[in-house]
């Protein structure tokens, strides 16, 4: 039986591989970029550990499987197809039409546990495109990778204002 070894000590000098082996310093917008990302799905990760509402639960759990595969594509591993966005547009679509307009309420991101995670999941996506749009416009970041990225607040931020209906409707509506 081999052992896994979680530690290599090949970053000790500052450098990470990427999943075509190729050596490049950690702090490499690309590696800076997924890194972002990873940090995007633990908080999803700690949103749905929190949440028990499963129409929730089941879209934050895809947000997670999916952002994986992103990272995959993002450290350029081999036979990775990258999410497509569709399915986070048409529920966008769908939470938006649970709101008639004058029936948003904000939420400050400390008023709940899921809608704090789930706040902090949203400005690290956030900050994951800013980091990206300069790969996009240099041509080392497809398309639809970063079409993806762009999406992944919003559809965080529809998955806030869904929860936020669900558990904290409206006064006198």
């Given at each position: 039986?081999?052992?896994?070894?979680?530690t290599t000590?090949?970053g000790?000098?500052?450098n990470?591989?990427?999943?075509?082996?190729?050596?490049v310093?950690?702090?490499?917008?690309?590696?800076?970029?997924?890194?972002t990302?990873?940090?995007?799905?633990?908080?999803?990760g700690?949103?749905?550990?929190m949440?028990?509402?499963?129409p929730?639960?089941d879209?934050?759990?895809?947000?997670?499987?999916?952002?994986y595969t992103?990272?995959?594509?993002?450290a350029?591993?081999?036979?990775?197809?990258?999410?497509?966005?569709?399915?986070?547009?048409?529920?966008?679509?769908?939470?938006?039409?649970?709101?008639?307009?004058g029936?948003?309420?904000?939420?400050?991101?400390?008023?709940?546990s899921?809608c704090?995670?789930?706040?902090?999941a949203?400005t690290?996506?956030?900050?994951?495109e800013r980091?990206?749009?300069k790969?996009?416009?240099s041509?080392?970041?497809p398309l639809?990778?970063?079409?993806?990225i762009?999406r992944?607040?919003?559809?965080?931020?529809?998955?806030?204002?869904?929860?936020q209906k669900?558990?904290?409707?409206?006064?006198?509506?």
């Amino acid at each position: 039986m081999h052992k896994m070894t979680i530690t290599t000590k090949g970053g000790d000098k500052g450098n990470t591989s990427l999943c075509n082996g190729e050596r490049v310093p950690k702090d490499d917008p690309r590696v800076e970029a997924y890194g972002t990302i990873d940090e995007c799905q633990a908080s999803i990760g700690l949103a749905r550990s929190m949440c028990s509402f499963e129409p929730i639960n089941d879209n934050l759990k895809r947000l997670e499987d999916e952002l994986y595969t992103l990272m995959g594509c993002m450290a350029l591993c081999e036979g990775m197809e990258p999410p497509k966005t569709d399915w986070m547009e048409d529920m966008i679509k769908e939470v938006s039409l649970m709101f008639t307009e004058g029936e948003f309420q904000f939420i400050r991101p400390g008023e709940c546990s899921v809608c704090a995670a789930l706040h902090m999941a949203r400005t690290i996506a956030r900050r994951a495109e800013r980091q990206t749009v300069k790969m996009l416009r240099s041509g080392t970041l497809p398309l639809d990778i970063f079409a993806y990225i762009n999406r992944l607040s919003d559809a965080i931020y529809a998955l806030i204002l869904w929860y936020q209906k669900e558990f904290f409707p409206v006064e006198g509506k």
